[in-house]
């Protein structure tokens, strides 16, 4: 008897798996993001720098990266004007940019699918309309720019007009294993340039190639921080963190999404997503394994199992908070003034995979065995700490 089951990924995403991942994470954080810019802002921007849609199967486009923001923009608009509590008017508008032909014949229809959303497709390079979009957006307009180009040539620089806006958040896919195959060519040297802006990546990647205990790891980590200080450099935002994306069923770095924001509500959203968006990524790969084993024709005794968790993502992220639990410590200062909690959570959040609550639950757990000091915190029933909570080093402090 042969066993049925679902497969990994919904129908519309078999094949390219990896897509399915970016769009459970842009799903996800553009959810939380718009409804929340939305208490606040009276205009909100989506920029699709590189639209499509590619390989779409689905008829409202719900498996493309658009159709995702587009829906989030349309019921964040249905939320804050669906009730005279909130009773908001917030405009919702998108760029979308594609200079494929084809694709933009698609593409141009989009806006018939979300009425609530003003629509501007573009046929044209997106570097050649960048500051013409970032020209049209209003200074109080809160803007969200994603940039998924097909490969790594990018001029980073010719993206400041848009990035650079005080209120903006950008996620790009970087092509990591795109990259990593063409920077020793000479000709390309110059697309690395433009790439990395304002980073010295040449001479530090001539000493990893010299040096003959170098690994493949610490080029990849190299890699991911030039990029990273190119996107702050350009875009000039406090926190910029990434999410990395393998090849369906493999623990081989396809892309990273990195992302940019200047303020702590967007790297709490992004670290709460990251993390369940790993999780789904390791499931996936463990629901691929099962289903590759039963292509085969060998049969599970009592059925297909649940795919196990994986210990390696398990793993990391229990290294992941020991290393943020060490970071925040380490920011605690000598002396009763403390420090305020709000100025310690980004910062950490920032460098390390870790959600805000699990690092207030850390505080808590720190506090009781008298290792910090909190004198404002004094309910034992309340799990996390306030924002204005000041920080100090208790009596159990470890002494040198």
């Not at 309309?129 to 307009?141: F, K, M, Q």
Request: aromatic residues 12%.
């Amino acid at each position: 008897m042969t066993t049925t089951f679902a497969p990994p990924v919904p129908p519309e995403y078999v094949g390219r798996e990896q897509a399915y991942i970016k769009h459970l994470f842009l799903r996800q954080y553009l959810g939380r993001l718009v409804h929340k810019i939305g208490s606040f802002a009276d205009h909100i921007v989506y920029v699709d720098g590189f639209s499509g849609p590619w390989k779409s199967g689905a008829e409202n486009y719900s498996d493309t990266s658009f159709g995702i923001a587009l829906k989030s923009l349309t019921e964040a608009s249905d939320y804050w004007s669906g009730a005279a509590s909130r009773s908001r008017n917030v405009k919702m508008s998108a760029h979308l940019v594609e200079r494929n032909a084809s694709a933009f014949l698609q593409l141009q229809g989009i806006g018939s699918h979300f009425p609530a959303v003003q629509v501007t497709p573009y046929k044209d390079d997106f570097l050649d309309v960048v500051a013409d979009i970032a020209g049209t957006i209003p200074a109080g307009a809160f803007s969200f720019s994603l940039i998924d180009p097909k490969g790594f040539a990018l001029d980073m620089a010719r993206l400041k007009p848009l990035l650079s806006r005080e209120r903006s958040e950008v996620v790009f896919n970087f092509m990591f294993d795109f990259a990593n195959r063409f920077t020793n060519l000479p000709q390309l040297q110059p697309t690395f340039d433009r790439l990395f802006v304002g980073v010295n990546w040449r001479d530090e990647l001539n000493r990893l190639e010299a040096d003959p205990a170098s690994t493949p790891e610490a080029r990849k980590r190299a890699f991911l921080r030039w990029f990273k200080e190119a996107v702050r450099n350009v875009g000039g935002f406090r926190y910029v963190a990434d999410v990395e994306v393998q090849y369906p069923g493999k623990s081989r770095t396809f892309y990273y999404l990195v992302y940019g924001t200047r303020k702590p509500p967007g790297i709490e959203v992004f670290r709460d997503c990251q993390i369940k968006a790993l999780e789904e990524q390791a499931a996936v790969a463990g629901r691929m394994q099962i289903q590759a084993i039963t292509s085969t024709g060998q049969g599970f005794l009592f059925g297909p199992p649940e795919p196990s968790r994986d210990l390696r993502l398990d793993a990391a992220l229990a290294r992941e908070r020991v290393a943020a639990r060490e970071m925040m410590l380490r920011m605690i200062p000598l002396g009763d003034t403390g420090i305020a909690w709000e100025h310690v959570w980004p910062n950490v959040l920032s460098e390390h995979v870790v959600s805000r609550s699990a690092l207030g639950r850390e505080v808590n757990a720190l506090r009781k065995a008298r290792v910090l000091s909190v004198p404002a915190w004094t309910s034992n029933r309340k799990q996390l700490p306030d924002d204005s909570y000041r920080i100090s080093r208790g009596n159990a402090w470890p002494r040198p």
